[in-house]
C-alpha cells in the first residue's frame, strides 16, 4: 500500500519523515529496527492502549525488539507532574537506554507527555511519534514540542524534543468519536486560516471527505504536515514566524485552563475552534479583517460541528477577568504584555504583541453578551 511522505529537514542529523497512510501501525516495528534499537517502551493512554497496544507491540517483537506498555488514563489531567513521573519510572524499569526508542501511540496528550519523558529520560532518548488522532497527526506529533501543563497553565514545562519518525496511520482515525474527529479538524482548517487561502477553500468544499475517511483525509493530513515542517524548519524553537501557529490558541488555552482541562465540557480542538472564530471576531473589531470574513470562519467551523462562541463552552467560561487572568499566563506573553496572533483576511494571520488588556477585556465582555 502507498503511503505519503513528508520530510523535515533539520539540520545537525535530526532530520525525519512523517509517513501517512493506512496500515502504519503495523509498520512500527520495521521502522524501529531500521533505527538500530534493541528495545522499545510503548507509551500510550488506556483506550488506545486497547485498540493499537497489542498490535505495535506484536510489530515491534516480530522485528526482535524487546518491548512492554505504559498506559496512563486518558485525558489532559495525565499530562501533570504525576503522569510525567509514572511514565519515567515505567520507562526506567522497563530498562530502555539511550540507544533505544520511546514509542508515543495516542494522541496529542500521549504524544507530548511521552515526548517529555524521551527528552528528559537518561538526559535524551529517541522516540517516535505514533499518533491516532487527526489533532495530533496534524500538529501536535511534528515538530518536537513536548511538555505537561501546570495548575498555571497549559505546556509550561516542558523541552524541544524532535522525534526520529512520524506515523500518522490514517485508518485509525475511523475509531475515533465524531467529537475528537471535529475536534481534530479545527486544526486542520487552523493550516488553510494561517497563511494558506486557497487550502482553506479546499477545506470548505472537502471537509466531508476528511470526516468519512476518503482520500482527502491522507492528503489534509499530508498537506498541515508540510506547512508545519516548513514553519518548524524555519523557527524550531518558536522564536518568530513558529507562533503563528497558535491561532486562536491564546483564547483556546485559556478556556481550557478554565475548564480545569476538564475534557467533559472542552477538549482542546474544541478551545481552538472557539479561539479561531474569536480571533477573526476581534480582528474584525480593530479594524485589521472584515466582519464577512470573521463570519465565514464561524459559520464554516460551526458546519464541520464545533464550537464558536464563549457560551457553547458547557458550565460556562467565566468573566472577561478570569479569561484575562488565564491568559496571561500564556506562553507567548512578554513583559506582562498579551501577544495575539490576529488576521487581515484568511490566510493573512500575523503576530500583533502588546494588545492592551482594556482592548481584549471590552470585547470579551461584548462576546459574552452576545
Keep these: 500500500m502507498s503511503h505519503l511522505s513528508v520530510h523535515v529537514p533539520l539540520d545537525g542529523g535530526r532530520a525525519y519523515d512523517i509517513l501517512i497512510g493506512r496500515g502504519l501501525v503495523d509498520a512500527v516495528g520495521a521502522q524501529a529496527a531500521a533505527l538500530g534499537a534493541k528495545a522499545a517502551g510503548i507509551v500510550t493512554d488506556e483506550t488506545v492502549a486497547g485498540l493499537y497496544g497489542a498490535r505495535v507491540r506484536a510489530s515491534l517483537e516480530r522485528a526482535g525488539l524487546r518491548c512492554g506498555i505504559i498506559a496512563v488514563p486518558p485525558g489532559e489531567a495525565s499530562k501533570s507532574y504525576a503522569g510525567y513521573a509514572s511514565v519515567c519510572d515505567g520507562l526506567l524499569a522497563l530498562k530502555i537506554e539511550r540507544g533505544d526508542l520511546v514509542v508515543a501511540l495516542g494522541g496529542g496528550v500521549v504524544g507530548d507527555l511521552a515526548g517529555f519523558a524521551a527528552a528528559t ?18 500538529d501536535s506529533s511534528v515538530g518536537g514540542k513536548t511538555g505537561i501543563n501546570s495548575p498555571h497553565g497549559k505546556n509550561l514545562i516542558g523541552a524541544f524534543h524532535q522525534p526520529r519518525l512520524v506515523l500518522a496511520d490514517t485508518a485509525t482515525l475511523d475509531t475515533l468519536v465524531e467529537r475528537e474527529m471535529r475536534a481534530g479538524y479545527a486544526e486542520v482548517a487552523k493550516y488553510g486560516l494561517i497563511n494558506d487561502p486557497g487550502f482553506f477553500d479546499w477545506c470548505e468544499a472537502h471537509w466531508r471527505g476528511i470526516f468519512s475517511g476518503g482520500p482527502e483525509r491522507d492528503e489534509a493530513v499530508a498537506i498541515c504536515c508540510r506547512a508545519k515542517a516548513g514553519v518548524v524548519v524555519r523557527d524550531e524553537r518558536e522564536d518568530g514566524e513558529r507562533a503563528l501557529l497558535n491561532l486562536g490558541h491564546t483564547f483556546g488555552h485559556a478556556l481550557e485552563r478554565l475548564t480545569q482541562y476538564d475534557s467533559a465540557r472542552l477538549v482542546h480542538g474544541e478551545g481552538v475552534a472557539i479561539g479561531l472564530a474569536l480571533a477573526f471576531r476581534f480582528s474584525a473589531r480593530l479594524g485589521l479583517c472584515s466582519g464577512q470574513e470573521a463570519g465565514r470562519v464561524a459559520n464554516h467551523l460551526a458546519m464541520a460541528g464545533l464550537p464558536t462562541r464563549l457560551q457553547d463552552v458547557p458550565g460556562g467560561s467565566g468573566d472577561a477577568e478570569a479569561m484575562l487572568d ?3 499566563q500564556d506562553k507567548k506573553v512578554r513583559d506582562g504584555a498579551l501577544t495575539f496572533i490576529l488576521a487581515r483576511g484568511i490566510g493573512q494571520s500575523f503576530i500583533a504583541p502588546g494588545i492592551g488588556r482594556d482592548d481584549v477585556r471590552a470585547f470579551l465582555q461584548d462576546e459574552l453578551r452576545g
Design 121 to 138: 529520560l537518561r538526559r535524551g532518548v529517541r522516540f517516535l511519534q505514533v499518533p491516532t488522532t487527526l489533532l495530533a497527526q496534524v
Design 326 to 328: 488565564a491568559m496571561a
